[in-house]
């Protein structure tokens, strides 16, 4: 891995680091605020439900009044009570109203409240029904949020909504108490009841809320209100007792100053949930917004500081990378970059400066020295080409005797060395010139003679071939001869075998006709059998209706005709019986008489077969005949190519003989061209004057070239 990757990864992998905690915090903040905003909005649904109520109550408490006064009080007030609530639940969401299907039945309700064709309690009931559903609904969405405190007041509401409830059941029963002048039963118990769950239910919320609302006070709200006398003077009355000196009227609306006082409560305390809730939120949202700040910031300066640190790298590295290439093309003069620098990369360029300067040092050093080594190198250049001009003159007595440089004078030896090995050769050469020729003369006229034996050789095979070609070609005519007779006898013999077979399935068809013939008749007699009983049942059917008398007379005629009829089928019977005996007979007759033929065609099928194994042994020998004598045939002809060959081979021998005495005499002249020994030269003088055909005479500087044999391939002296 790179530097400048190793780099780039140190600043990524915090500034992933940095992103992945910064999205699980604001993650975290989202999901708070989102949270929060669900709490805000359930708080803000609740508390509308809970003004629904509040207009419920009333309209009950007003419809229990009209109810029971016969429709004398409370019609103007129910209207605009109506109307209030009508806009409370213009402000409740739909899709919440869909959870109260009972709201649904509102409107028939009222009108069986205006006309009066509904009781107090079936009001009651229907009103405490949807009331009751909504509370219910309503605690379900304060007690469950995710904020301790909203649960906290939100209970002490629940609580508070419910005693009001309780207090607005009350009031419609002691209107409907009022309004008949005294309080039966049932009415009674509705009234002390719900006065008893109304003060515990109080209890509760003053017990819940006076944490965050220290002056409630309900007491003083029901003291202020002068309910609690009438309520304890009802209560002392007991059922269908003397009630208070007061109207349904004036009750009605004491106990509404009350339940209005317990509403401003709600009202009181809904604010302050509200506004908790929308703390939360804004809480909330700040601390997302925060969170979403500072990460980016820190993911912005990250970024910065890794984009500079990089760019720094590329530029002082980049930098330093071309000072290096330059050292490294042997320019020394430059000054590398950022010298004056205090950092590490200054460092390395006053490393660098220094390195430079020894460099330049050492290559002028090196400069110097090589010069020295070319003068010493021409000097010695110069010697060796005199002496190897003196050589290409063919004088090999040019030995170098002068001493060369130190470094130079393995060359001189190596020279001298060459120099006396090859007048070594030549003084060799010399001296098996005149053998190679007197050789070469034995062998030109020994080819001579195989030249000849081996063409009279070849004529002969060349006959013997044509002869053995002729017959071989008669043999194999005779092969195929026998072959196409082994395949005629083949063809009769399958058709003797057809015909054997077809024979075999005529005697089948044949016994089987019998077979049926026979099946004939024996169903001929039973028909005649039946002709027979036929003809005795209309005999006794004669001699019944001959009984009868008059009355028989026309049965009798019947009976006769049938007695004729059977008489005539059992005629017929008995000659189509005699017909298929003799048809039998005439069958077996012939079965005995194809089955006969059947085995003269088996006798004639075993001697064709034997016929044809004779026929087909005679074609297979002839078959081996004429292969043999194939091979036979190949083998001559393969021999006479061959000495054919060896005939054409053996005159480019012949030729070669020739041409290398010639080439002999051409080698003992060129080698007498050398300046050698004394010795040595005599020697080539007369190896010069025994040789009849070296009496030729060559310049120095001719060049001799070897000369070419026509039609000489190796091919054809690897076959020889």
Same mark, same amino acid.
């Given at each position: 891995?790179?530097?400048?990757?190793?780099?780039?990864?140190?600043?990524?992998?915090?500034?992933?680091?940095?992103?992945?905690?910064?999205?699980?915090?604001?993650?975290?903040?989202?999901?708070?605020?989102?949270?929060?905003?669900?709490?805000?909005?359930?708080?803000?649904?609740?508390?509308?439900?809970?003004?629904?109520?509040?207009?419920?109550?009333?309209?009950?408490?007003?419809?229990?009044?009209?109810?029971?006064?016969?429709?004398?009080?409370?019609?103007?007030?129910?209207?605009?009570?109506?109307?209030?609530?009508?806009?409370?639940?213009?402000?409740?969401?739909?899709?919440?109203?869909?959870?109260?299907?009972?709201?649904?039945?509102?409107?028939?309700?009222?009108?069986?409240?205006?006309?009066?064709?509904?009781?107090?309690?079936?009001?009651?009931?229907?009103?405490?029904?949807?009331?009751?559903?909504?509370?219910?609904?309503?605690?379900?969405?304060?007690?469950?949020?995710?904020?301790?405190?909203?649960?906290?007041?939100?209970?002490?509401?629940?609580?508070?909504?419910?005693?009001?409830?309780?207090?607005?059941?009350?009031?419609?029963?002691?209107?409907?108490?009022?309004?008949?002048?005294?309080?039966?039963?049932?009415?009674?118990?509705?009234?002390?009841?719900?006065?008893?769950?109304?003060?515990?239910?109080?209890?509760?919320?003053?017990?819940?809320?006076?944490?965050?609302?220290?002056?409630?006070?309900?007491?003083?709200?029901?003291?202020?209100?002068?309910?609690?006398?009438?309520?304890?003077?009802?209560?002392?009355?007991?059922?269908?007792?003397?009630?208070?000196?007061?109207?349904?009227?004036?009750?009605?609306?004491?106990?509404?100053?009350?339940?209005?006082?317990?509403?401003?409560? %709600?009202?009181?305390?809904?604010?302050?949930?509200?506004?908790?809730?929308?703390?939360?939120?804004?809480?909330?949202?700040?601390?997302?917004?925060?969170?979403?700040?500072?990460?980016?910031?820190?993911?912005?300066?990250?970024?910065?500081?890794?984009?500079?640190?990089?760019?720094?790298?590329?530029?002082?590295?980049?930098?330093?990378?071309?000072?290096?290439?330059?050292?490294?093309?042997?320019?020394?003069?430059?000054?590398?970059?950022?010298?004056?620098?205090?950092?590490?990369?200054?460092?390395?360029?006053?490393?660098?400066?220094?390195?430079?300067?020894?460099?330049?040092?050492?290559?002028?050093?090196?400069?110097?020295?090589?010069?020295?080594?070319?003068?010493?190198?021409?000097?010695?250049?110069?010697?060796?080409?005199?002496?190897?001009?003196?050589?290409?003159?063919?004088?090999?007595?040019?030995?170098?005797?002068?001493?060369?440089?130190?470094?130079?004078?393995?060359?001189?030896?190596?020279?001298?060395?060459?120099?006396?090995?090859?007048?070594?050769?030549?003084?060799?050469?010399?001296?098996?010139?005149?053998?190679?020729?007197?050789?070469?003369?034995?062998?030109?006229?020994?080819?001579?003679?195989?030249?000849?034996?081996?063409?009279?050789?070849?004529?002969?095979?060349?006959?013997?071939?044509?002869?053995?070609?002729?017959?071989?070609?008669?043999?194999?005519?005779?092969?195929?001869?026998?072959?196409?007779?082994?395949?005629?006898?083949? %063809?009769?013999?399958?058709?003797?075998?057809?015909?054997?077979?077809?024979?075999?399935?005529?005697?089948?068809?044949?016994?089987?006709?019998?077979?049926?013939?026979?099946?004939?008749?024996?169903?001929?007699?039973?028909?005649?059998?039946?002709?027979?009983?036929?003809?005795?049942?209309?005999?006794?059917?004669?001699?019944?209706?001959?009984?009868?008398?008059?009355?028989?007379?026309?049965?009798?005629?019947?009976?006769?005709?049938?007695?004729?009829?059977?008489?005539?089928?059992?005629?017929?019977?008995? %000659?189509?019986?005699?017909?298929?005996?003799?048809?039998?007979?005439?069958?077996?007759?012939?079965?005995?008489?194809?089955?006969?033929?059947?085995?003269?065609?088996?006798?004639?099928?075993?001697?064709?077969?034997?016929?044809?194994?004779?026929?087909?042994?005679?074609?297979?020998?002839?078959?081996?005949?004429?292969?043999?004598?194939?091979?036979?045939?190949?083998?001559?002809?393969?021999?006479?190519?061959?000495?054919?060959?060896?005939?054409?081979?053996?005159?480019?021998?012949?030729?070669?003989?020739?041409?290398?005495?010639?080439?002999?005499?051409?080698?003992?002249?060129?080698?007498?061209?050398?300046?050698?020994?004394?010795?040595?030269?005599?020697?080539?003088?007369?190896?010069?004057?025994?040789?009849?055909?070296?009496?030729?005479?060559?310049?120095?500087?001719?060049?001799?070239?070897?000369?070419?044999?026509?039609?000489?391939?190796?091919?054809?002296?690897?076959?020889?």
């Amino acid at each position: 891995m790179s530097l400048r990757s190793q780099i780039l990864l140190l600043v990524t992998l915090p500034l992933i680091v940095l992103v992945f905690i910064g999205g699980l915090k604001g993650s975290a903040d989202l999901d708070r605020y989102r949270s929060a905003q669900t709490i805000q909005s359930e708080t803000h649904e609740a508390l509308t439900l809970i003004n629904l109520v509040h207009f419920l109550q009333v309209e009950r408490g007003q419809s229990a009044a009209l109810i029971s006064s016969q429709g004398t009080v409370f019609k103007n007030e129910l209207v605009k009570t109506r109307l209030a609530t009508k806009a409370s639940l213009a402000k409740t969401p739909a899709s919440t109203i869909g959870l109260f299907p009972q709201l649904t039945k509102m409107n028939e309700m009222r009108k069986s409240v205006d006309a009066l064709t509904i009781n107090t309690p079936q009001m009651a009931a229907y009103y405490s029904g949807v009331i009751n559903q909504i509370l219910t609904q309503v605690g379900g969405q304060l007690v469950l949020q995710d904020n301790p405190e909203i649960v906290q007041i939100g209970s002490g509401l629940i609580a508070l909504s419910t005693a009001k409830e309780a207090a607005g059941v009350q009031r419609a029963a002691g209107a409907t108490g009022f309004g008949l002048g005294r309080f039966e039963l049932p009415t009674y118990q509705k009234f002390a009841e719900k006065g008893a769950t109304e003060a515990q239910l109080l209890r509760l919320a003053s017990l819940t809320l006076g944490e965050y609302f220290a002056d409630l006070d309900f007491a003083k709200g029901l003291r202020q209100s002068r309910l609690q006398d009438i309520r304890s003077a009802v209560l002392a009355a007991g059922p269908n007792g003397p009630v208070p000196d007061l109207t349904a009227q004036e009750w009605f609306s004491r106990a509404t100053s009350w339940l209005t006082y317990l509403h401003s409560v %709600e009202n009181m305390i809904a604010a302050n949930m509200d506004a908790l809730a929308g703390q939360q939120a804004q809480s909330a949202r700040t601390a997302l917004l925060i969170t979403i700040t500072l990460v980016l910031l820190s993911v912005l300066a990250s970024t910065a500081i890794g984009v500079r640190l990089i760019l720094t790298f590329t530029r002082q590295f980049g930098a330093l990378q071309k000072d290096l290439d330059k050292l490294a093309h042997k320019e020394f003069d430059f000054e590398p970059a950022f010298m004056e620098s205090k950092t590490e990369i200054g460092h390395l360029s006053r490393a660098m400066n220094i390195t430079r300067a020894a460099l330049k040092t050492a290559e002028d050093r090196l400069t110097s020295i090589e010069q020295e080594r070319v003068a010493d190198r021409g000097a010695v250049i110069g010697r060796l080409d005199q002496h190897l001009s003196r050589l290409a003159a063919r004088d090999l007595n040019c030995t170098i005797d002068d001493i060369f440089p130190r470094d130079y004078e393995q060359l001189r030896e190596s020279f001298n060395t060459t120099v006396a090995t090859l007048r070594t050769t030549v003084e060799q050469v010399v001296d098996a010139a005149d053998s190679i020729r007197s050789g070469a003369a034995e062998i030109s006229q020994a080819s001579d003679d195989l030249s000849n034996r081996t063409e009279s050789q070849a004529a002969t095979l060349e006959q013997t071939a044509a002869a053995l070609e002729q017959m071989t070609v008669s043999v194999k005519s005779s092969a195929e001869g026998a072959h196409s007779v082994e395949i005629i006898m083949d %063809e009769a013999r399958q058709e003797a075998t057809n015909s054997g077979e077809v024979v075999q399935k005529t005697v089948s068809a044949m016994k089987q006709i019998e077979q049926s013939s026979g099946r004939i008749s024996q169903i001929i007699s039973v028909i005649d059998d039946i002709a027979f009983q036929t003809n005795l049942l209309a005999l006794n059917a004669g001699v019944e209706a001959a009984r009868a008398g008059e009355a028989g007379r026309g049965f009798a005629v019947v009976a006769s005709e049938v007695r004729a009829l059977a008489q005539r089928s059992s005629d017929a019977a008995t %000659e189509i019986k005699s017909l298929i005996n003799d048809s039998a007979r005439h069958v077996e007759n012939g079965v005995d008489l194809v089955g006969q033929a059947g085995k003269a065609l088996g006798n004639i099928v075993d001697r064709v077969n034997h016929i044809s194994q004779l026929v087909t042994e005679i074609a297979e020998g002839s078959a081996e005949q004429s292969t043999g004598l194939g091979e036979i045939n190949i083998g001559v002809t393969q021999l006479d190519q061959v000495t054919q060959q060896n005939a054409a081979m053996v005159e480019q021998a012949t030729a070669a003989g020739h041409l290398l005495n010639d080439n002999a005499s051409k080698l003992a002249a060129m080698v007498a061209q050398f300046k050698i020994s004394k010795n040595s030269h005599r020697a080539v003088s007369r190896s010069n004057r025994s040789s009849p055909k070296a009496n030729w005479e060559l310049e120095e500087n001719t060049t001799v070239k070897p000369a070419k044999v026509v039609g000489l391939k190796a091919g054809d002296w690897q076959e020889f």
